[in-house]
């Protein structure tokens, strides 16, 4: 690991602070919103030299992983717009949270003079997701957000996609050196086990970890953070079923349609998303015998798809086969046969609230195209399922205005379970902007606080700090009198450019 010093994000000279990090992180040279120096034209950045990789990158990640190119393609997509988004971020400046309380001398106790600025909190380990080769892994979401923060980053390349992290990151070494920052502040580890991540954890130098994988993966690595003399926080994204709410009225005007959509949700991807939907609630009534006669007729014309790893398949049909020796958990639906190794089969499973309840072993997620329906007798038990439930990423609800009642009183739970609350939609898809939230309550993440997607994602690695009758002389730019910079501030309590 290079050793490196952390970047002061107040000083607005090229190549220093966050200036050079905006140009690294998408290459945005209008610099008027903060006021900093124009860079040359050729200056560059990671989302430019990500895209002038070309169709190697798409190439070497569809033989790693076997995703279809056109979702290589959008992933990529996904990837260089997120990182121009934390460029915007960067370049507004509002997310140092400038802060300035005047002096009261005449007060007594005399108030001095507070000023609050938010900093860098230091280097950030990022570890790569196995599903999303380039949008969570190397120059994903938490290094544009680790970056833009001001944060050299540490990456650990997960092992399923080495050949694709390592053009990306060669693409991102090239941004720094171009922007004329130090070496360290990007570095990319390889390494197959559990050793070089706990280690990397463990480092000293490291003061936050940005994971997204299993549940197991991100409490190994919190316990690493916490045991060391300074623990660290750790933001993992680990393990959601994702429940959707199926509605009474809406059953009824349009269950056929639901019922097909969700299939195609739950086996989008080979259900190998964080948001795939793996569990249903519905309340006895025909019009819910009807959607699951249309579910099952969708997902049995559903072909088996190859799961990205070896690792990944193996445990899919372990949890499918967990859940189905538990009894009063009945499969009464599968798509196609496999037809080749690794592929997985979808399944549908139901069960009853009273089950449900009974047997915490059917809350588990199974990473993969299964689904579980649980029947519930009346809206009571509808309710004690939900409030069971742990921490989700997102919950769904399919309502009609005929359910607005019920979903309101639903929604109020929903919102203490989730990051995410979508109304007549399905959670597969997590838009990249600034109202995102993709988080939640444990198990979802560590850390309920935070999200790993959208523009907030960049508050997990940064730290407050007072400064209290500092002088003009040495104050950050962003708080010294007159708002140089042009910063958007709260001052005396009000907000505005003063």
């Not at 570890?127 to 990456?155: E, I, Q, R």
């Not at 086996?267 to 948001?275: E, K, P």
Request: charged share 15%; with cysteine.
């Amino acid at each position: 690991m290079h050793a490196c010093r952390p970047f002061r994000h107040h000083e607005p000279r090229a190549p220093d602070g966050h200036a050079a990090h905006a140009t690294i992180v998408a290459g945005c040279r209008r610099a008027s919103c903060w006021r900093l120096p124009r860079y040359p034209q050729g200056s560059s950045n990671a989302a430019t030299q990500i895209e002038g990789i070309g169709d190697t990158l798409i190439e070497r990640a569809h033989q790693e992983s076997g995703l279809p190119v056109t979702r290589l393609q959008g992933e990529r997509g996904r990837t260089t717009g997120q990182l121009r988004l934390f460029a915007q971020v960067l370049r507004a400046g509002t997310w140092q949270s400038a802060t300035l309380d005047a002096a009261i001398p005449q007060r007594t106790p005399p108030r001095p003079d507070l000023r609050l600025l938010k900093i860098p909190l230091g280097p950030v380990a990022v570890f790569g997701a196995s599903n999303f080769p380039l949008a969570f892994s190397v120059a994903g979401g938490d290094t544009a957000a680790a970056l833009a923060a001001g944060c050299p980053v540490v990456v650990k390349a997960h092992s399923a996609h080495p050949g694709t992290s390592e053009l990306v990151g060669r693409a991102i070494q090239r941004a720094v050196a171009e922007a004329g920052l130090p070496e360290g502040v990007f570095s990319l580890l390889f390494g197959s086990g559990q050793s070089v991540g706990t280690t990397l954890v463990a480092n000293p130098a490291i003061q936050a970890v940005g994971f997204t994988g299993s549940r197991s993966g991100g409490q190994a690595l919190m316990e690493v953070a916490a045991a060391r003399s300074q623990p660290i926080p750790v933001y993992a994204e680990m393990s959601s079923i994702n429940p959707v709410f199926l509605l009474p009225q809406a059953l009824t005007a349009r269950g056929e349609t639901i019922a097909r959509d969700l299939v195609d949700s739950l086996v989008l991807g080979v259900g190998q998303f964080c948001t795939n939907p793996g569990l249903l609630l519905a309340i006895e009534s025909p019009a819910l015998d009807a959607f699951r006669t249309a579910a099952a007729a969708a997902e049995q014309a559903k072909p088996a798809g190859t799961m990205l790893t070896p690792g990944i398949h193996q445990a899919y049909a372990r949890g499918v086969s967990a859940l189905e020796d538990i009894e009063g958990l009945i499969r009464t639906a599968c798509g196609l046969a496999p037809a080749g190794p690794n592929q997985a089969q979808a399944v549908f499973f139901e069960t009853t609230a009273e089950r449900f309840l009974a047997d915490p072993r059917m809350h588990a997620e199974v990473f993969g195209p299964s689904t579980v329906l649980v029947r519930c007798r009346d809206e009571q038990s509808l309710f004690e399922v939900a409030r069971q439930l742990e921490g989700q990423l997102t919950a769904t609800v399919q309502a009609d205005e005929a359910d607005y009642a019920l979903a309101a009183r639903l929604l109020t739970l929903l919102e203490r379970k989730a990051g995410r609350a979508l109304f007549n939609g399905y959670p597969t898809g997590v838009e990249v902007c600034h109202a995102m939230v993709h988080g939640g309550p444990f198990p979802a993440t560590s850390d309920a606080r935070a999200t790993s997607v959208g523009a907030s994602s960049i508050e997990r690695f940064l730290r407050p700090v007072c400064y209290q009758n500092v002088p003009q002389a040495l104050l950050p730019a962003a708080l010294q009198d007159g708002n140089p910079l042009g910063l958007w501030r709260l001052k005396d309590g009000e907000p505005g450019r003063a």
